[in-house]
């Protein structure tokens, strides 16, 4: 894997400085998409290389009237096929979406990342609907993790082609969204940052949904900074101050159970690791007991949980007429929706409730808790092929994210494997409404494995 690749504040500096131009940029990163021996043609469903070079001059020219709109501007990056953009059409990872109309605007979120100035520089490949977190996607092809390419592994999903547009520098940032792991799972197969914000910090409106009370719109990128700069453009915030004061004196809790089912020795070493150099730069590092998540996953997956119910109410009227052209694998998952009566439904929402304030409560005496981002690998492609091996390593690498988005808590991953080695993510999670927090202190993590 080639991480050399600069971050966005580089990359600000370099334009500000006059050392390179939007258009070069743009140019770069348009080359690797195209180049037959790379990813470009399985990470990217969708690219206007036209748009995106017009989009690129466009900003080069307001930049050198000093009227650039923020310091980023000019910056390709890369957005799932989940978004709506003014006169494309967003299929989702799907082909039953191939012949939809195009959008007649941007999706909220996109266009603060236009009036931020970023280069749109095209639309990511993803597990269909959204709907898998290995990445896997049958109608557009699967792009490959950065690591390990000639095994041919999977690229972490549902933000496949996300994370890998951004390992292989086809992309400086992208966009994704996370409603189990979607941004940290890929993050975590290709050795990056993903973040899972606080779900009402982003609009979700103009985005297809998977599920309605677990969505959110996160961004991948190469450095914690990165992603809280994205962060901020997409929440319309002031980007967090990353302080440089590093973890002494942190509390963190690390739960006793469940996180740790399952790992794969590689994943346990680099953990292990992980959490003694956090103690030897002074952390607090506590294990916990946290009885809470064996008791949310068991109830809260009741029927499917959440993600097969809304889904299902959302894509009912399309199964109904074009059942035959989705991945049969996501069409069985939606169709668990079916199952669920409104009494079932009620029931997860009162469940869920309880888990949310159980949990803040638990985690009040904590800065954050610390989990491996997937207790796997990411698994050869070969691997995968059948039903029940799918299922099983799926359910693994969702697992310790799916416990963020329901107890809506705010989520980062980053990676902790030595260069060289198998991209294993280590997971900080705080409650909501602290994605600032998190930030921080994730930055101040993220100096101890630079």
């Known amino acids: 894997m080639d991480m050399n690749f600069p971050t966005l504040d580089e990359l600000a500096a370099g334009l500000a400085a006059g050392r390179m131009t939007s258009r070069q940029l743009t140019e770069e990163c348009l080359g690797r998409i195209a180049d037959p021996a790379g990813q470009g043609h399985r990470a990217f469903i969708a690219v206007d290389p036209d748009k995106a070079l017009a989009a690129a ?14 310091p980023y ?37 996109m266009a603060r990342l236009r009036r931020a100035g970023f280069v749109l520089i095209g639309r990511t490949n993803m597990s269909e609907f959204a709907f898998s977190g290995l990445g896997l996607n049958p109608h557009y092809g699967t792009p490959l993790s950065a690591w390990d390419r000639e095994s041919g592994r999977v690229p972490g999903g549902s933000s496949s082609g996300a994370a890998v547009s951004v390992a292989d520098g086809m992309a400086h940032g992208a966009i994704g969204t996370d409603t189990g792991g979607s941004c940290r799972i890929p993050a975590a197969f290709n050795g990056l940052v993903g973040y899972k914000p606080t779900a009402r910090r982003v609009p979700l409106q103009g985005a297809v949904p998977l599920s309605s009370n677990l969505d959110s719109i996160g ?17 319309q915030s002031a980007p967090p101050r990353l302080a440089p004061e590093g973890v002494a004196g942190r509390n963190f809790a690390v739960p006793d ?55 299902y109410a959302w894509h009912e009227g399309f199964i109904a007429t074009g059942a035959k052209d989705y991945d049969p694998r996501v069409l069985a998952r939606i169709m668990r929706g079916a199952e669920q009566s409104a009494a079932d439904y009620i029931r997860l929402l009162q469940a869920r409730a309880g ?21 796997i690998l990411a698994p050869r492609l070969a691997e995968v092929a059948r039903d029940e091996d799918f299922t099983r390593l799926n359910l693994l690498a969702l697992r310790n994210n799916a416990v963020v988005n329901l107890m809506d808590g705010c989520g980062l991953s980053l990676p902790i494997h030595r260069r060289g080695e198998a991209p294993v993510g280590l997971m900080l999670a705080a409650s909501p409404g602290r994605d600032q927090h998190l930030m921080s202190l994730g930055a101040a993590v993220e100096k101890i494995f630079a």
């Open 73 to 109: 501007a000019g910056i390709p990056i890369s957005v799932k096929d989940l978004f709506d953009l003014e006169g494309e059409v967003t299929t989702a990872g799907s082909k039953i979406f191939v012949g939809r109309p195009p959008a007649a605007a941007d999706a909220p979120s």
């Open 57 to 70: 001059e466009a900003q080069d020219r307001l930049r050198k009237a000093n009227a650039a709109p923020s």
């Open 355 to 375: 888990f949310i304030e159980k949990m803040q409560l638990r985690m009040a005496a904590f800065d954050a808790l610390l989990m491996p981002t997937s207790p």
């Open 257 to 311: 159970r469940l996180v740790r089912d399952g790992m794969e020795a590689q994943v346990a070493a680099a953990f292990e690791a992980a959490l003694s150099r956090l103690s030897a730069a002074g952390a607090r590092v506590q294990e916990i007991a946290v009885p809470e998540f064996a008791e949310a996953l068991t109830a809260l997956a009741h029927k499917g949980g959440f993600s097969a119910a809304e889904a």
């Open 219 to 235: 961004p991948l990128a190469r450095s914690v900074s990165c992603c809280a700069i994205l962060d901020a453009v997409l929440a």
